[in-house]
């Protein structure tokens, strides 16, 4: 075999590789929005070069078909309309490979009231007689419930108080 046969073929295995990579990230965006660390990851854990996964998401990223910013307004939304808060939320965009400036920019692109989200969390999961009990252990539920949700205690505090004012 002569050497420029060997060229031809390496060239064609790295175009061939390329090719499926694409077809691969496009096939995954058009499921769901993905960070480009996430694409990374799930390109690398096929075995793709490294080099052939940064040369595509530039690419993809240069015809819009990813977009970092993008899929922090829409996980944020997401994560939104689930009930979480912003601890929560911003966590899990880092997560993602999203940079706290992005993360920021998404959660204040929401223009929400953290408190009045939290309380209207709580009418979803709480009976009244909950929400009104003064009973130490009940509060300690509600307001524990909502730090896992990603609320601060103080948030948590005003929006129980809050709900005990809308019943």
Same mark, same amino acid.
């Given at each position: 075999?002569?050497?420029?046969?060997?060229?031809?073929?390496?060239?064609?295995?790295?175009?061939?590789?390329?090719?499926?990579?694409?077809?691969?990230?496009?096939?995954?965006?058009?499921?769901?929005?993905?960070?480009?660390?996430?694409?990374?990851?799930?390109?690398?854990?096929?075995?793709?070069?490294?080099?052939?996964?940064?040369?595509?998401?530039?690419?993809?990223?240069?015809?819009?078909?990813?977009?970092?910013?993008?899929?922090?307004?829409?996980?944020?939304?997401?994560?939104?309309?689930?009930?979480?808060?912003?601890?929560? !939320?911003?966590?899990? *965009?880092?997560? +993602? @490979?999203?940079? /706290? =400036?992005? $993360?920021?920019? #998404? %959660?204040?692109?929401? &223009?929400?009231?953290?408190?009045?989200?939290?309380?209207?969390?709580?009418?979803?999961?709480?009976?009244?007689?909950?929400?009104?009990?003064?009973?130490?252990?009940?509060?300690?539920? !509600?307001?524990?419930? *909502?730090?896992? +949700? @990603?609320?601060? /205690? =103080?948030? $948590?505090?005003? #929006? %129980?108080?809050?709900? &005990?004012?809308?019943?």
């Amino acid at each position: 075999m002569s050497q420029g046969s060997k060229t031809d073929t390496a060239k064609k295995d790295t175009s061939d590789e390329r090719r499926q990579a694409y077809q691969t990230a496009i096939k995954m965006l058009t499921t769901r929005e993905h960070s480009a660390f996430e694409l990374t990851q799930k390109l690398s854990k096929r075995e793709y070069a490294r080099s052939i996964i940064e040369d595509l998401l530039l690419d993809l990223q240069n015809k819009g078909y990813q977009s970092d910013t993008r899929f922090a307004e829409q996980y944020t939304r997401q994560r939104f309309t689930k009930g979480y808060g912003p601890l929560s !939320i911003r966590a899990k *965009l880092y997560e +993602r @490979g999203i940079d /706290s =400036s992005l $993360a920021a920019d #998404a %959660l204040d692109e929401l &223009r929400v009231d953290w408190v009045e989200h939290a309380s209207e969390v709580i009418g979803r999961k709480f009976r009244s007689d909950e929400i009104t009990s003064k009973e130490p252990k009940i509060e300690s539920r !509600i307001a524990r419930f *909502l730090q896992t +949700r @990603g609320f601060s /205690s =103080s948030v $948590a505090l005003r #929006a %129980l108080k809050q709900s &005990r004012q809308d019943l």
